[in-house]
């Protein structure tokens, strides 16, 4: 019956198992966690904070334009109010002219 010797070593975020049998038959090189995950965690974070920030930027944006329109319309309204102010003021004095002749 062969015999099996396992050895683990783990450096930082890189592990490594060897698995050796007796006889010189075989021998297995397990390596894995290179470290891209956490390099592809990192891009994705990233990612999402520009999206946010894009969102948030836009959303600012959206505001000020909302503001502005509603001055204008605002604005708008009282220039009407001015003009029909004037002309009712207008006619009034018209009538009062009329009257006194």
Avoid: W
Wanted: proline share 1%.
């Amino acid at each position: 019956m062969a015999t099996e010797r396992v050895t683990e070593r783990a450096d930082g975020p890189i592990r490594e198992r060897v698995v050796e049998r007796e006889g010189g038959d075989t021998t297995y090189v397990d390596r894995g966690g290179s470290g891209i995950g956490g390099v592809i965690v990192g891009i994705a974070i990233l990612a999402l904070v520009a999206i946010i920030a894009f969102f948030l930027l836009n959303q600012s944006r959206n505001d000020n334009l909302r503001t502005r329109a509603v001055t204008s319309a605002a604005s708008a309204v009282a220039d009407s109010a001015t003009g029909a102010a004037r002309t009712a003021g207008d006619a009034a004095q018209g009538a009062a002219d009329n009257t006194t002749r």
